[in-house]
């Protein structure tokens, strides 16, 4: 057949359909998606996907309302390449206007401190660190933000810089235009809000997100120990149908925006906000499932997820970890890093996952041996892959089944 096998779906629900593609690797990301005139848009499929293209567990995933169909578009869809080109020309011509007003020459030097990439959050812009970094760009004044802002049709510009050590993963973010810094932000159906310059905002979670919005946790009383802003905590509420969530943080400013968020989605009657560290939580016993979404490490969280879990029954523990193959300072498990070491590859990233996961494993069965003073099994359910930020390190999930022993066929 003629054309770019698309997936058609319903405007207001393109964003959740897009993140399903994504996930099962049938997005088409060298193409730009394309709004059709009926309300509905047109995102691009891998070819080769097609033959194992399954409609119906799309549209489930989604849980729309709104029917998806397979379609061949004969209109051309834009590369992204191009797209990305046009944007910066019409930076670039904007701000060689503005240099030449202010008697200044356009260099290759300034077009290389334009920004590369940026997140956009509705009309906010949020920059990187390492653009508009020379000096003569101070000469521009305020001038330059507006510039900025109209190159890249956004009305608020701001700047992140790092993520600070204050332990609460705090951006540094610094508004360069524009009144006020909450933003809305729509994900698979669920809406949140956060201040920019107060909050972590995880874009590269999508995966997990959505995978975890596919658990079917009715008749579970679930624990977040890194809550944030909600991120894990609302699907959980909202589309795995938990029937509580306790939601623990210790940022003050990300309980504010979970608290708005619970009320926008109208879940706040299923959740309690335990706003402190997670460590002093008094709780125990009640939980059938554990999300511990802290990275590099969630280790500080393993003993109070192990206190609460339910005795009886146990659950559910979904911990993450940046695993680096090699793995770099695990001498006391020999065995990993001659494994690291022996292989390379992907190959070799899910074998040192494994080994990370199994070393997990032992340790949480002994935390759990010890904090109940019986003999509990584990298994290894899955381990997720959720991001990458160099070659070789990894954010991955583990779902670790504990059970007290007798339990667990
Ligand atoms: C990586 S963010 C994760 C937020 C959310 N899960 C996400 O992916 O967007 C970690 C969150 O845990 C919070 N946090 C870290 N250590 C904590 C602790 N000991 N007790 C309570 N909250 C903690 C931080 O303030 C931050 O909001």
Request: proline letters at 5%.
């Amino acid at each position: 057949m003629d054309g770019v096998p698309c997936l058609r779906v319903p405007r207001c629900h393109a964003q959740q359909f897009r993140e399903c593609l994504q996930l099962k690797g049938a997005l088409d990301r060298s193409l730009c998606m394309l709004k059709d005139s009926d309300a509905t848009v047109l995102l691009p499929v891998v070819p080769s996907c097609l033959p194992q293209f399954d409609l119906r567990s799309f549209q489930t995933m989604v849980a729309s309302d709104g029917a998806c169909e397979l379609v061949w578009s004969q209109s051309p869809l834009q590369l992204k390449t191009d797209r990305g080109r046009t944007r910066s020309n019409k930076l670039e011509t904007i701000l060689q206007e503005l240099l030449e007003s202010h008697g200044e020459r356009w260099t290759e030097e300034l077009k290389e401190d334009l920004p590369r990439s940026f997140q956009r959050h509705e009309d906010l812009v949020l920059l990187g660190d390492s653009c508009f970094s020379k000096p003569l760009w101070k000469k521009m004044d305020r001038n330059l933000w507006s510039a900025v802002a109209k190159g890249l049709k956004a009305k608020r510009l701001a700047k992140i810089s790092r993520i600070s050590n204050n332990g609460f993963r705090s951006p540094v973010v610094t508004m360069l235009l524009g009144e006020h810094s909450w933003v809305n932000h729509v994900d698979n159906g669920i809406k949140y809000q956060f201040d920019v310059t107060k909050c972590m905002f995880s874009p590269g979670n999508v995966t997990e997100k959505l995978r975890l919005a596919g658990f079917d946790c009715r008749g579970e009383t679930v624990v977040d120990l890194y809550a944030g802003i909600g991120y894990f905590t609302l699907p959980y509420l909202v589309h795995a149908k938990a029937s509580h969530v306790h939601a623990c943080e210790w940022n003050p400013d990300s309980v504010e925006a979970l608290q708005r968020n619970l009320k926008a989605n109208r879940v706040s009657d299923r959740c309690t906000i335990h706003l402190g560290d997670n460590r002093q939580l008094k709780l125990s016993d009640i939980a059938d499932r554990v999300n511990l979404g802290l990275i590099p490490s969630s280790e500080d969280g393993w003993p109070v997820a192990c206190r609460l879990l339910k005795r009886a029954t146990g659950g559910i523990l979904h911990i993450h970890q940046n695993v680096t193959s090699p793995l770099p300072n695990i001498t006391s498990i020999p065995a990993i890093n001659d494994a690291a070491q022996r292989i390379s590859g992907r190959k070799a990233d899910r074998e040192v996952w494994q080994f990370w996961a199994d070393d997990t494993a032992n340790r949480i069965t002994s935390l759990l041996r010890d904090i109940t003073g019986a003999p509990w099994k584990t298994n290894i359910q899955h381990i997720e892959h959720v991001k990458s930020y160099a070659p070789r390190v990894h954010h991955v999930v583990l779902d670790l089944e504990c059970r007290p022993f007798g339990i667990m066929s």
